[in-house]
């Protein structure tokens, strides 16, 4: 699988944090929780130095498997990819902490030493992205999102998800996708067009049938890529021991967290109570909601067909393939308990949803995830200083007419009623309410 550097969709996102905040499970106290530290810029340069020399150096030995035109092609998509994640380290938008290298070293030397196909140069790194995702960019380097760490529930699932990226690596599934790329833009797509042109009819509706064919076949190779990299990486989980049946169960949360909707959100109750001040009252003109109703949205129908479009079979129809493939997988077993080691990482990645957001400066979902953990525990002195500080940062962009940056606008189409009442009650408040609750959340009102 390619690595999408491009930050997830924002409709995605909405609705992936909707479903975290639905899930919040194992806290600690995070009265005494301290963030990981990612202010040191030397650090973070040095970081993104050495980045770039091991993916680089990981280059030249792809160019070896390609020649000419498609070379060039190839070399230029992954020099893209490796200056975006440099910078994107030098930013802060990774984590460097040696307890995650740890046990992610630990994982992968013994996936290797069962696996000797597995070579031993391989890099990973954890992104501050807080989706249940990871990715192989095709050089011997991967990216695993913080949230990999927060939604799998123990060390044996973590080992699937690291199995079925390096399958990716084993079987060049990048080059693979990016010779499909090269032989669609430079060599199918030219051809086509000439055809196209001298046509002297319905050009325009054969120009759409074409770029449909063209992208039904890129995903059509996504697909196949994604299947083959489960079997195999189901070959190198059970090659180094792990329990048959946590390979399946980490596609079951795969399942959850790609389809579940949201029934409840934060409460109207939730605003009354943590924005009501003894000199600044609640006012209920801050809940006003703009009426959808009378839009039709069911006029709208899209070029594409949206599943046909999905690089990413349906979770479920790969477990199934994996469960006609190997008989072992067909008989079910109860989730593995987590090791003392997944747990403490389980908890760190929880506390580090809202400082992720924050240094990915979305300031509108962090506000949302403060208020639905402050519905349930109003005195939790941690949310309580993020939702201070978090407005700080809103007045700020608010001053600057820049808080379209930082926060959503309301999209019926595909946001939670919770979250668009949420964002209706944020673009209903006045530059001097935002500045007294900022205030008042960090201490500094009188």
Known sequence: MLMDRQKMSRCAKRLLVAVIVLCCAMEASSQVYVPIDTANVSERLLKGKQFDRIANENLNEIKKLTSGREES??????????????EDIESGLYVFDHRFDAFIDSVYNLLCKHNPQIPTDY????????????????????????????????????????????????KQHTIATLRKRYYVDKVESHEQ????????????????????????????LSRLQEQEADSMGYVLFRNAGFSPHEYIHSYRLMAL?????PKDGVELAT??????????????????????????????KPHYNQDSLNSHPDVMHRVA????????????????????????????????????????????????????????????????TFLGDLFGKIYDARKAYKLNRYLDVIDP??????????LSFMWNLKISEIKAIAEYYTGKSS
Not at 290 to 298: I, K, M, Q, V
Request: glycine share 2%.
């Open 73 to 86: 092609y190839i070399s230029k998509s992954f020099k893209n990819q490796i200056k975006g994640m440099k």
């Open 123 to 170: 890099s990973f790194y954890v992104s501050r992205d807080i989706s249940l995702n990871a990715a192989s960019m095709g050089c011997k380097v991967f990216v695993i999102h913080l949230g990999v760490f927060y939604f799998l529930e123990n060390e044996q699932e973590f080992a699937a998800m690291m199995a079925h990226e390096i399958s990716h690596q084993l």
């Open 193 to 220: 067009i000439d055809k196209i042109k001298g046509e002297k009819r319905n050009k325009s509706e054969r120009a759409l049938e074409k770029v449909r064919e063209i992208r039904y076949a890129d995903r059509a």
């Open 257 to 261: 967290y790609d389809s579940i909707s």
């Open 271 to 300: 605003y009354r109570k943590i924005f009501d001040f003894p000199n600044f009252p609640f006012k209920e003109s801050w809940l006003k909601k703009e009426d959808f109703s009378a839009y039709d949205y069911s006029k709208y």
């Open 321 to 384: 393939k994996l469960k006609e493939t190997f008989a072992e997988l067909k008989d079910s077993a109860a989730v593995l308990s987590p090791s003392k080691q997944f747990e403490s990482l389980h908890t760190i990645a929880s506390f580090e949803r809202l400082p992720s957001l924050v240094i990915e400066e979305d300031y509108g979902l962090a506000v949302y995830l403060c208020l639905y953990r402050l519905q349930t525990k109003p005195e939790d002195a941690y949310y309580r």
């Open 413 to 422: 189409k595909s946001q939670p009623e919770s979250y668009q009442q949420f």
